[in-house]
């Protein structure tokens, strides 16, 4: 009877400690498909520019780019970023001095283009007319005039320019001119030029000096109309923006289009520029809108799709126990979508912020949320920790077979005990029978 219950003790460990790999195996084996998510972008535009890149005004998502972080010269784009200033340290009604140094700036100025060199240094011009030069007419003049104005001279300009731009995220430029007449170490990218597009336009006083297709302005009690060089404003969507050109930076041109309802960001550098009635950074433009506003998002990471691991906390026998830490598979519950582009390509990235719960509660509940980032963007997508019972019984198999070992030696001890005792209660009680027989 001993090895009877010594036999059957052993066999209920041994089958549970073989059971528990097995059904963890087949857990395994449904989900190691992996979908396929191949995709195909479509045509890309053909555009004369070197440099260019499309984003979502709304929700910051680069759609197109083409060598976007490649140092260019900005040219009179400058004046977006030398704008932003004049409004943030400025009033519309607010008088601003004629300065000398705005004087020896050559065409496109006001001075020249328009006042035949009259202007003097201590004339008057008003905050909002000096504004309307800039961004409509871009004259290099009106753009020393604002540095003057604010920081008193152009090297202090410079740096409060370049101060902005870090604080805007526009990290990779360095501005020394406010109106961009071509230095060799005055430079941006496309995405940086975008950022400070976006900021530009954010702006109420720029964004509605923007959108002007022509204003007056007084210059020494004279009454003149600037025309917007922006020469597709307001057609195929072109809300407001700002042109640029120079021999060394080419046509350039930074925009937001405005379709149904959807703005779109765009910015063309180093297009053709033969003379100013060239629209090669104009049809840029208007191509990579027109891409832009078609494209569609493809498959980034699909449903069921492995994004990644979690260490998550628990103790073998839930309340009690050492506290452990397991590594499970975090998968998607959705397709994550993208604009397919080399930006994106290189920092599109899904990220888990980690759980308080432990890895018994997550059996029950495996859902959870994940982040998927990239430049400039981020939005949060579902997930589930793909965690099983058969993966917490393997991380633990040694302690589970010993406790078991340990509760069927217990148990056998106990029958051992009990099967002890009751053959001695049979002895005495037949030693007593005996003994009692003899007496009679």
Not at 193 to 213: G, H, V, Y
Not at 272 to 285: E, L, P, S, V, W
Not at 319 to 327: D, E, Q, R, Y
Request: aromatic fraction near 8%; proline fraction near 3%; charge should be positive.
């Amino acid at each position: 009877m001993k090895k009877n219950l010594i036999l059957k003790a052993f066999a209920l460990t041994l089958s549970l400690s073989l059971f528990s790999p097995l059904s963890m195996a087949s857990y395994a084996a449904s989900n190691s498909a992996k979908p396929n998510t191949e995709t195909s972008s479509e045509n890309l535009p053909n555009i004369k520019a070197e440099a260019a890149l499309t984003m979502d005004l709304e929700t910051g998502e680069i759609i197109y780019c083409k060598d976007a972080d490649s140092k260019r010269y900005p040219a009179s784009t400058t004046k977006l970023l030398t704008g932003l200033l004049l409004a943030e340290s400025k009033d519309k009604a607010d008088q601003l001095e004629y300065t000398k140094s705005a004087k020896e700036q050559p065409e496109y100025s006001l001075n020249l283009n328009y006042m035949h060199n009259t202007m003097q240094p201590g004339d008057k011009v008003t905050s909002d007319d000096i504004m309307k030069g800039l961004l409509l007419f871009s004259g290099n003049d009106t753009a020393y005039v604002i540095a003057d104005n604010i920081s008193g001279d152009v090297k202090s300009f410079a740096e409060l320019m370049n101060k902005k731009a870090k604080e805007l995220g526009a990290n990779n430029s360095n501005f020394v001119t406010p109106n961009g007449l071509h230095d060799p170490n005055h430079y941006t990218t496309a995405y940086d030029l975008s950022i400070i597009m976006k900021a530009a336009f954010a702006n109420p006083w720029e964004r509605e000096t923007m959108e002007l297709e022509k204003a007056p302005i007084t210059l020494k009690n004279s009454r003149i109309i600037l025309e917007n060089r922006n020469l597709t404003l307001g057609k195929n969507g072109n809300l407001a923006g700002k042109t640029g050109t120079t021999n060394e930076a080419g046509g350039c041109l930074a925009t937001v289009y405005d379709r149904d309802g959807r703005q779109l960001i765009g910015i063309v550098l180093k297009s053709r520029q033969i003379d100013n009635a060239d629209m090669t950074k104009f049809n840029d433009m208007d191509a990579i809108m027109d891409y832009s506003y078609g494209a569609k998002k493809e498959v980034y990471k699909a449903n069921g799709e492995s994004v990644g691991t979690a260490d998550v906390k628990y103790k073998p026998f839930i309340l009690f126990g050492p506290t452990k830490t397991i590594s499970v598979p975090i998968k998607l519950t959705q397709d994550v979508n993208y604009y397919k582009n080399a930006i994106n390509d290189s920092e599109s990235q899904i990220t888990y912020k980690g759980t308080d719960s432990t890895a018994w509660s997550l059996l029950f509940n495996k859902n959870t949320k994940l982040t998927y980032s990239t430049r400039n963007h981020s939005e949060e997508v579902t997930g589930s920790v793909d965690i099983s019972l058969g993966s917490i019984i393997k991380d633990n198999l040694i302690i589970y077979i010993s406790t078991l070992v340990g509760l069927a030696i217990i148990v056998t001890l106990i029958a051992l005990i009990k099967n002890a005792a009751s053959n001695s209660r049979r002895k005495n009680k037949n030693y007593y029978s005996r003994s009692n027989r003899r007496r009679r």
